[in-house]
Nanobody
Framework: QVQLVESGGGLVQPGGSLRLSCAAS????????MNWYRQAPGKQRELVAT???????NYVDSVQGRFTISRDNAKNTVYLQMNSLKPEDTAIYYC???????????WGQGTQVTVSS
């Protein structure tokens, strides 16, 4: 079965850092685009960062320069390094895998990130 298992969320002070991990199984990881989304209470889910199967990364403007998405195909894992965290980054962060040829996508369970003093 397909599974995306996230880790690394938690509570951090403003200005701090967290590194989220998402380990995938049951898919040919190297051919999937990988994404991080987030959803704050009462708000719509937002695409935060994308890394394509070819390794090209893109970010929403609000995290540009602070967050870095990366992937390790040998470990079937995608990462989101989050630096200079702000209270407005507080949200549940979701890992997503997308096969752009088939349109098939999968979601992780979500991990809570709370930025507060």
């Amino acid at each position: 079965q397909v599974q995306l298992v996230e880790s690394g969320g938690g509570l951090v002070q403003p200005g701090g850092s967290l590194r989220l991990s998402c380990a995938a199984s049951g898919i040919i990881f190297r051919i999937y685009d990988m994404n991080w989304y987030r959803q704050a209470p009462g708000k719509q889910r937002e695409l935060v960062a994308t890394i394509t199967s070819g390794g090209s990364a893109n970010y929403v403007d609000s995290v540009q320069g602070r967050f870095t998405i990366s992937r390790d195909n040998a470990k079937n894992t995608v990462y989101l390094q989050m630096n200079s965290l702000k209270p407005e980054d507080t949200a549940i962060y979701y890992c997503n895998a997308l096969n752009t040829w088939s349109g098939r996508g999968y979601w992780g369970q979500g991990t809570q990130v709370t930025v507060s003093s």
